[in-house]
T-cell receptor, first 114, second 115 residues
Framework: IAGITQAPTSQILAAGRRMTLRCTQD?????MYWYRQDLGLGLRLIHY???????GKGEVPDGYSVSRANTDDFPLTLASAVPSQTSVYFC?????????????FGDGTRLSIL | AQSVTQLDSHVSVSEGTPVLLRCNYS??????LFWYVQHPNKGLQLLLK??????LVKGINGFEAEFKKSETSFHLTKPSAHMSDAAEYFC?????????????FGKGTKLSVKP
């Protein structure tokens, strides 16, 4: 079934540990995105990638890094996790085009930093 | 810069009654607007989108939204609520960033449907 796969689905992590959230899409979409969702704040963009080999910063990039070695994969890394990074993380992708293309979302990774 | 405001954080309706979820936006040019729905422990699913064609947009599951430029609004409606409509709804405006559009999300409206 075509779509976006995120892993793990949930994780509890000690503060200071390194963690990589995985995201894979099989729709051959050019653009991919990482968001965090926090109660009362909606979704906020962390990083994005318009195409393989390029990345950009979103609204809340601090403490996170991404890479885009190929079209399908867009991992998000927390180099040294802090409790304020406790959140639900969503990966999304969109096909080529301008601003009218909708984004397709994965089911999220629930991350708790203790 | 674009922004979007969802006027109600929580809306409660009875099954079979109309649904109205309100959204206002600000944009410096003709925006693309979307409504997404999120069921518990799930990702976001596209309900409908407006991209400067017809101002009344029909989406999935009987939802529709009307783009009103004079009021800078994009309210979501449904004539008759169903129990399965209980979810959180996000109004979204697209901001062009480089060669791709990035989405600006409202803070969400939680819809409860009473039997």
């Amino acid at each position: 079934i075509a779509g976006i796969t995120q892993a793990p689905t949930s994780q509890i992590l000690a503060a200071g540990r390194r963690m990589t959230l995985r995201c894979t899409q099989d729709m051959r979409h050019n653009a991919m995105y990482w968001y965090r969702q926090d109660l009362g704040l909606g979704l906020r963009l962390i990083h994005y990638s318009n195409t393989a080999g390029t990345t950009g910063k979103g609204e809340v990039p601090d403490g996170y890094s991404v890479s885009r070695a190929n079209t399908d994969d867009f991992p998000l890394t927390l180099a040294s996790a802090v409790p304020s990074q406790t959140s639900v993380y969503f990966c999304a992708s969109s096909p080529p085009g301008l601003s009218n293309q909708p984004q397709h979302f994965g089911d999220g990774t629930r991350l708790s930093i203790l | 810069a674009q922004s979007v405001t969802q006027l109600d954080s929580h809306v409660s309706v009875s099954e079979g009654t109309p649904v109205l979820l309100r959204c206002n936006y600000s944009s410096s040019y003709s925006p693309s607007l979307f409504w997404y729905v999120q069921h518990p422990n799930k990702g976001l699913q596209l309900l409908l989108k407006y991209t400067s064609a017809a101002t009344l947009v029909k989406g999935i599951n009987g939802f529709e939204a009307e783009f009103k430029k004079s009021e800078t609004s994009f309210h979501l409606t449904k004539p008759s609520a169903h129990m399965s409509d209980a979810a959180e709804y996000f109004c979204v405006v697209s901001e062009k960033k480089g060669s791709q559009g990035n989405l600006i999300f409202g803070k969400g409206t939680k819809l409860s449907v009473k039997p």
